[in-house]
C-alpha cells in the first residue's frame, strides 16, 4: 500500500482517472442499457425474479459440467507464442436466449495466445483479461509474461465471451456482461467452460500444476472458476482487483434507483445472477493457494468487492498502490504470488 506522500498523491491522481474511465464507458454503453433502466421498479423486480426462477433449479454438474479433452488449433507467432483456437463447448443453459446467444459467429470459437517454455514440465497460469480487453497488444503490455516464464511459468491469455476477436465488428460495449442478466450468466458460463478446456490441454500437455488469476472482470472469473472446479482441477486463484457482484457494481454506478427501491433492485439483481456468482459456492481449492489483491484508489471496483471475496474465500487480501486502470505497485502482488508458489513447492525458490 501507498505510504509515502508522492505515492499517495499518484493514487489519488490514478482513481480520477478511474472515475474519468468509467463515465466514458457508461456513455458508451448507455444505448444498450437505455431499456432496462427506463423499466418501472415493480416491472424490473418481477423480471429479475423471473430471471431468478430460470435458474433456480440448475445443479451444479449441469450448469458447470466436466470439461471434456479438445485438439486445440495452434498457429505460431513467433518463437514461443502460439496462436490457439477451438470450438468453445457452450450450449446456452436458457432456451430462450439460445438463439440470440448463438447468433453472435465468432463467439463460438475460443481463443487464446500461449506463451510456452522449453519442454512440457511446466507449471502454468492461464491470466484473464479485463472489460473491452482481450486485444494481444494490450494483454501483452498489461501481464508480465517475461518475467512469470523466468520464475518458471507458462503463460497463456484466453479471450472473454464476445471480447476482442470474439465480438465480431460491433463497436460499442461487448454484449458480455450484459444489462440483460440472463446474458451475463449465460456469458460466465461460457467463460468458465472455456477457461477450463484450457486447463485440461495444459494438464493434458504435461504442466503438473495450473493457476488462474485474472483482473477486474477477468478476476470475478477467475474467482468464480475457483468456486466449481472439481478437486485437483487447478492449483491455485489470484483475483486481481476483481469485481466480486453485478449487483454491488450496479449500485455503485447509480444503475439502480434511490433508496428502498434501491435495496430492493440490489437484491433482485443479486439472485437473478446468484448462479454465476463467485460468492455462491466455497473455494475448492486450499485457501493457503489463494491471495485476492485489491488496489487502495480503484474507482471502479473498490476495495470492498476485493474484500468481499477474500472474506468468502478465508484466504490473504492485499492491497497494492494505485488504482484500477493506472496499477502503481501491481508489482508487489506479482511478487506475492511467486512467493506463495514457491512456499507450496509449485515453483522454485530462488
Known sequence: ????????????????????????????????????????????????????????????????????????????VRPGVAEAHW??????????????????????????????????????????????????????????????????LDVALPVLPFHAGRGGLRSGAPKFPSADPRMTNEGFRQ???????????????????????GMSLGGYTTSLVATVVEEGEIDFVMPMIPLASIADFAREQGRLGLGAEADEQHAALERANWVASPLARPLRIPKTRALVVAAENDRITPVTHAERIAKHFDCELRTVGGAHLIQIGRGDAFRALAAMLERDGILARR
Open 87 to 152: 470450438r468453445s463447448a457452450f450450449e446456452p443453459y436458457v432456451s430462450a436466449v439460445a438463439d440470440r446467444y448463438l447468433s453472435h459467429v465468432e463467439n463460438r470459437t475460443a481463443r487464446a495466445r500461449l506463451y510456452l517454455g522449453a519442454g512440457k514440465r511446466r507449471a502454468a497460469v492461464i491470466a484473464i483479461h479485463g472489460y473491452m480487453g482481450g486485444a494481444w497488444l494490450l494483454e501483452e503490455n498489461t501481464w508480465p509474461i517475461e518475467w512469470l516464464q523466468r520464475r518458471g
Open 1 to 76: 500500500m501507498a505510504s509515502d506522500p508522492f505515492s499517495k498523491m499518484l493514487g489519488v491522481a490514478a482513481g480520477a482517472f478511474d472515475r474519468a474511465f468509467a463515465a466514458a464507458i457508461q456513455a458508451r454503453g448507455r444505448r444498450d442499457r437505455a431499456e432496462a433502466d427506463k423499466m418501472p421498479h415493480a416491472e424490473r423486480l418481477a423480471k429479475l425474479a423471473a430471471v431468478a426462477s430460470l435458474y433456480s433449479d440448475a445443479a451444479h454438474a449441469e450448469f458447470f459440467p466436466r470439461p471434456r479433452h479438445v485438439d486445440l488449433t495452434l498457429r505460431d
Open 191 to 213: 467463460a468458465v467452460a472455456d477457461v477450463r478446456t484450457l486447463v485440461r490441454w495444459l494438464r493434458d500437455r504435461g504442466a503438473p500444476h495450473v493457476g488462474v488469476m
